[in-house]
Structures are given as structure tokens and as C-alpha cells.
């Protein structure tokens, strides 16, 4: 028998009729189904959520449970969030789209029932996506030091910007005067790095991105560098307070803090059926090819 995990953060009650159908279609095909503990309780706590599924809270019981694969159910966030969880189990995740853009969470919300047909017949790939690794003197954020999408630091409270020394395994390659500096992975350059101005690398590229956050001087352009480099950061700014960002979890430091990040040696696996095309998925997200004057 499969088992399979439902993770998520928060549903909207609108969104529960879609979470009922993706409960409905596994029972269905006898799959025993646990939930990610915090999400269960949201739902009890909520919506007075009715169930009789297990549920588990820790990397160590997907391993335990024998969990086949993960369903993140939201959006890209809920992706990022789950990949804490699954850490380097080898879960792989399928993501459920309740939200607007998603280019993690392929699944729209009302082709439910097909994805499930189609992971039950193993008609999908599993895309391997790299992640940063932080490693910090004195930690940060313990054994969760890693990020699917993104690592970032900036300026905390104060207007004036920040100065961040860049170093490129061991050399001095930059420092940013800017808000903030964004590190991120190929699948984190088509969020905030994009927004930011840099570019969109497909996933596998071997890369990461260094994008400036509002740099002072324009000639600070966003760089991609091999993903078997080391950087070490230096930061610096009128306060002594600065914000440390993985993904969606965030914490504040100081400029006594060492900062070094380099690639995680372990991957996250992604679910994507067959037909999925990054390139596809782009024009779709972004509109690329579509002239809306006519």
C-alpha cells in the first residue's frame, strides 16, 4: 500500500472543497494518508476538520512511515516549507497550486483528480533542484541552515544601506552597497532575484545568482557564479542589526556573524508529469508570447 503525506501551512475555506476531493481520490485508490501535524491542527483548530488519517511532524518519520511522496498543498511558499521538512529524506514532493503564480506547484487545483491518476500510474519525471547551505559562526538556524529558493541578508531598521564584503572561495569578489543581497538557486531566480532584476536560469543550470537588493552604485549587477563556489559574506551598516533570510524563515544578526554558503549535499526531488516543459511553464506564468494590444 502507498502512503502518501499532505502538507500544508493554510487553506482559505474556499479551499477546502479542493483539499476534500484530494483526500476523497487517494481513499479511493487505497492509499493510507497521513497529514503534516501542524497543518492537521490548523484544520481542527479552523474548520473543525473531520478525519481518521494518521499524521507526523519530523524528517525522521517520512523515513519511519515509509512516506512514497509528499503533497504540498498551496503555493511555491508551501513547496519551500515542506522541502524543510523533507530535508534529505528523498521524499519527492508534488506541489497543488491554490494560489496565482506557481512554478513549483505545477498542479492546478482543478486537475486534482488527473494528477493523482497520473502519479498512481508513475507517469511522471522527477526533477532534481539544488539548494544553499548556510553555514554560520555563531548558527542561525540550526539544522534547517538550508534553502530551496533563496538566502538573504538585509538591512533591518535602519534608511541607510548596508555594506556587504563578497568573497569567492576565499577572494575578494565584491562588496555590495545595496538594501540587501540575494544568493539564490536556479529555482529561486524566478522569485525575489527576479523581482530584483536578475535573470532566470533554468533548473539544473549548476548555478547560483548573486542579485544586489537597490544596489547604490549601478554597476552592481547581478552575477551567476558555479555552484561548487564558496562565498563568504561580511556585512557592515550605520546599525548593528541586520535581517537573515532562508526562503521563508528569517532571523536577525549581527555583524559579528560569519557567513558562508555553498551548495547543500543533498537535493530536493520534484514532482513533474509527463509533457511538463520549463520553458512552457514560463510563457504560461509570465505571458512571454502574448501581445495584448490585439
Known amino acids: 500500500m502507498k502512503r502518501i503525506l499532505i502538507y500544508g501551512n493554510y487553506i482559505k475555506s474556499s479551499h477546502l472543497k479542493y483539499l476534500n476531493i484530494l483526500v476523497e481520490k487517494l481513499k479511493k485508490n487505497d492509499i493510507e494518508i497521513f497529514f503534516y501535524e501542524e497543518f492537521l491542527n490548523f484544520l481542527i483548530e479552523n474548520f473543525n476538520y473531520k478525519n481518521d488519517c494518521g499524521y507526523l511532524s519530523q524528517t525522521d518519520d517520512l523515513i519511519m512511515k515509509k512516506i512514497d511522496s509528499v503533497l504540498s498543498i498551496g503555493g511555491d511558499g508551501t513547496i519551500l516549507n515542506s522541502a524543510v521538512l523533507v530535508k534529505d529524506s528523498r521524499v519527492p514532493i508534488l506541489g497543488i497550486n491554490l494560489g496565482r503564480l506557481g512554478f513549483l506547484a505545477i498542479v492546478e487545483k482543478n486537475k486534482i483528480n488527473d494528477a493523482i491518476d497520473s502519479l498512481l500510474a508513475g507517469n511522471y519525471e522527477i526533477q532534481k533542484r539544488s539548494l544553499i547551505k548556510l553555514i554560520s559562526e555563531p548558527s542561525i538556524f540550526g539544522d534547517e541552515n538550508f534553502a530551496l529558493n533563496d538566502f538573504t541578508i538585509h538591512k533591518s531598521e535602519a534608511p541607510s544601506v548596508i555594506a556587504v564584503h563578497t568573497y569567492l572561495d576565499g577572494k575578494f569578489l565584491n562588496t555590495y552597497w545595496a538594501d540587501g543581497l540575494i544568493v539564490s538557486t536556479p529555482t529561486g531566480s524566478t522569485g525575489y532575484s527576479l523581482s530584483c532584476g536578475g535573470p532566470i536560469v533554468f533548473p539544473g543550470s549548476g548555478n547560483f545568482i548573486i542579485t544586489p537588493v537597490a ?80
Open 215 to 294: 544596489p547604490h552604485n549601478l554597476t552592481m549587477r547581478p552575477l551567476v557564479i558555479p555552484d561548487d563556489s564558496e562565498l563568504s559574506l561580511e556585512i557592515e551598516g550605520r546599525t548593528d542589526l541586520f535581517l537573515c533570510t532562508l526562503d521563508s524563515r528569517y532571523k536577525k544578526i549581527t555583524s559579528d556573524h560569519k557567513i558562508v554558503l555553498k551548495k547543500a549535499d543533498f537535493l530536493i526531488n520534484i514532482i513533474v508529469f509527463e509533457g511538463y516543459d520549463f520553458t512552457k511553464n514560463l510563457q504560461n506564468k509570465l505571458n512571454w508570447g502574448n501581445d495584448k494590444r490585439n
